[in-house]
């Protein structure tokens, strides 16, 4: 099955300053790859996602680049603010066409943005 | 106020005896899922659900067991048989695209269940 690894476990990072955290999964099958994030004692939120017809996506302040031959992807925090302070998880979907999305996540990353 | 809701948030139970968990969503979502949280973990998939009376297991099945007899309810029992219950659990739904497909899980809030 699939297996997805993400590191680091841990950032901190300056306000103002970029965050980068990076996952690579196994299954060269999976073709959608979301990016959640988990405030403390909450469920977690998708923030951004990318489809494996595409390299890049961009939102705001957040982006996903995506490489398919090298089977990993990350994503990317610009001018961090304390309120991006949060756990980040990353999730590849290994499910067959049609049928429901089983996502198989990474262990996640806490990130700390520093005032 | 649509969205998906747990209850209760925070659950305690004895050694032995089996709980259940509540999900309900009002999104209209087709596919709802069950999903495990450990400190430290990424989560895990218990089952999921993409049509009601249907459900499939998923990575971690064994010791629990759900029931999909209205759209928008999901409900996950674990059972006095699961080794080590205390987790917390997460509920997610996703939408099924006219062109196939589920589009993206949206999660609750989640119930931290504690057996003593």
């Known amino acids: 099955g699939e297996n997805v690894e993400q590191h680091p476990s841990t950032l901190s990072v300056q306000e103002g300053d970029s965050a980068v955290i990076k996952c690579t999964y196994s299954?060269?099958?999976?073709?959608?790859f979301p990016w959640y994030k988990q405030e403390l004692g909450k469920g977690p939120q998708l923030i951004i996602d990318?489809?494996?017809?595409?390299g890049e996506k961009k939102d705001q302040r957040i982006a996903v680049t995506l490489n398919k031959t090298a089977k990993h992807f990350s994503l990317h925090i610009t001018e961090t603010q304390p309120e991006d302070s949060a756990v980040y998880f990353c999730?590849?979907?290994?499910?067959?066409?049609?049928?429901?999305?089983?996502?198989?996540f990474g262990s996640g990353t806490q990130l700390t943005v520093l005032p | 106020d649509g969205g998906i809701t747990q209850s209760p948030k925070y659950l305690f139970r004895k050694e032995g005896q089996n709980v259940t968990l509540s999900c309900e969503q009002n999104?209209?979502?087709?596919?709802m899922y069950w999903y495990r949280q450990d400190p430290g973990q990424g989560l895990r998939l218990i089952y999921y659900?993409?049509?009601?009376?249907?459900?499939q297991k998923g990575d971690i099945a064994e010791g629990y067991s759900v029931s999909r007899e209205k759209k928008e309810s999901f409900p996950l029992t674990v059972t006095s048989a699961q080794k080590n219950p205390t987790a917390f659990y997460l509920c997610?739904?996703?939408?099924?695209?006219?062109?196939?497909?589920?589009?993206?899980?949206?999660f609750g809030p989640g119930t931290r269940l504690t057996v003593l």
């Open positions: 659900s993409q049509i009601v009376n249907d459900f």
């Open positions: 990318i489809r494996s017809n595409v």
């Open positions: 299954d060269s099958a999976s073709n959608y």
């Open positions: 999104l209209n979502h087709d596919a």
């Open positions: 997610a739904s996703s939408v099924r695209l006219i062109a196939g497909g589920y589009n993206e899980q949206f």
């Open positions: 999730a590849a979907n290994r499910a067959p066409s049609g049928s429901a999305r089983q996502l198989t």
